[in-house]
C-alpha cells in the first residue's frame, strides 16, 4: 500500500496550492489530510468519507480550504485558498479503512511520504 502526495510549494499570502494524493494497493474508507509545523504537533487538518458527502475541517481552514476524493483514480485532494503564513507545514495524506471521520492521528494506518507547502507573507 503507497500514498503518494504531490503538489506543495512556495507561495505568497493570498495565494492557492492544490494537494494530491494517489493511493495504490487498496481502498480507503476515511481518508484525511494531516499537517505538521516546525516544532508543533501533527494536526488533522480535513477528512472525507468515502461518499465524499461527509467532511470535517479543522476550524482554522473552514472556508478556505476543501478535501475531495475521486475514487474512480482512487485519489483525494485538498483545495488550499486564501494560504496565510502560519498554514506553512508539511502536509500528509492518510488513510483509515474504517468508516467515520476522526481527526485522531492514531486512528490512521496509512501515511503519504509529506509535501511541505511554504507561505511566505
Known amino acids: 500500500v503507497q500514498l503518494q502526495a504531490s503538489g506543495g510549494g512556495l507561495v505568497q499570502a493570498g495565494d492557492s496550492l492544490r494537494l494530491s494524493c494517489v493511493v495504490s494497493g487498496r481502498t480507503f474508507s476515511t481518508m484525511a489530510w494531516f499537517r505538521q509545523a516546525p516544532g508543533k504537533e501533527r494536526e488533522f487538518v480535513g477528512g472525507i468519507n468515502f461518499s465524499g458527502v461527509r467532511k470535517d475541517y479543522l476550524d482554522s481552514v473552514k472556508g478556505r480550504f476543501t478535501i475531495s476524493r475521486d475514487n474512480t483514480k482512487n485519489m483525494v485532494s485538498l483545495q488550499m485558498n486564501s494560504l496565510k503564513p502560519e498554514d506553512t507545514a508539511v502536509y500528509y495524506c492518510?488513510?483509515?479503512?474504517?468508516?467515520?471521520?476522526?481527526?485522531?492521528?492514531?486512528?490512521?494506518?496509512?501515511w503519504g511520504q509529506g509535501t511541505q507547502v511554504t507561505v511566505s507573507s
Open positions: 492518510a488513510g483509515r479503512p474504517q468508516a467515520g471521520i476522526t481527526t485522531a492521528r492514531a486512528n490512521y494506518y496509512y
